[in-house]
């Protein structure tokens, strides 16, 4: 048995919007990860087999292709290549489901279409400060993923039974992936009995690792090889890592989206880091990814330099100033946090 962390009249909540709906939409992030994809996967096969005709799962542009082989990833449609078709959902949805992200900067372009959608919005989500645009909000930044919070969601609506193996494939991808594969945020007893309970409906978690983790591209491989070699920056008296890549190394790489994801934590292996910082290139801003261990706080940085946020250990923003002025800031601001931090 799992503990009842979420609250009742949420639960509650929820059953209700989810009854009173006949089309819904699910929307995961901008950049989608295997949390954003594998929630909305779930949330997508568990509406239908309660019964739900119309639901489509949205997100801003594309995700992985380590991410191809979940169930139902066929079926997502990406706003950028299908705008108006996703436009038109949006539209006519009289429930939106937005998963794993706390804000509608978060979704890019499909933030007005999601204003302009007159049903109700839903917000299912484990970053901290979610923003006050939905009707219902679930958020418990205590989870390890968003998935962990579906997973629970379905369970105490009654419907444990109806999770069957591509949910719960979806739900172990998003632990899976949100906590490295159980090597950060995830020291919840209660994640391992939740693990438990979809490996027993079939989960082959083995199999699952290797589809997302042992699935890059021999280019992705030599761009790893790359930033570690060339690229990455050591500050040893801030105990931290920065690695910085333009549009042109990545093309000299021949990018494709995902293909920079983990490497940011990848300096953490180096004794005495705990700080890790990636800056990419991506047309006329910076994406900056940061990644920490123990109490500093990522997210702090993320807010005070990058207009960003996230999680204490995992946290995100942008800058429209270039890479170099995105860099010279880190460098610039790293002693203040060193030194608050002690
Ligand atoms: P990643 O480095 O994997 O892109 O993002 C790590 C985490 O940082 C995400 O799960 C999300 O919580 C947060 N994050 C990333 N980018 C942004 C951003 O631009 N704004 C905000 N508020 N959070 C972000
Ligand atoms: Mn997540």
Redesign the pocket.
Known sequence: MISKIIDESLVEGLKTLVEDASSVVIIGHM?P?GDAIGSCLATMHFLRKVGKESVHVMVPNAFPDFLAWMPGADEILVYEDKTDLCNEYLRTADLVMCLDFN?L??IGAMENAVRANSGKKALIDH?LYPEDFADLVISYPLMAASCELVFRLICRMGYAALIDLPIAECIYTGLMTDTGNFSYNSNNAELYVIISEVMRLGVDKDRIYRNVFNNYSYHRMRLMGYCLYKKMQIFPQYHTALITLSEAELEQFHYHPGDTEGI?NLPMSISGIYFSCLMREEGDKIKI??RSQGAFPTNQV?ADLFN????LN?????SRDGLEAATRLFIERLPDYFERQG
Do not use: M, Y
């Open positions: 950049g990860d804000s900067k978060r970053h940011v990814s940061l993320a960003g946020g996230g999680h995992a946290a995100g923003g942008e």
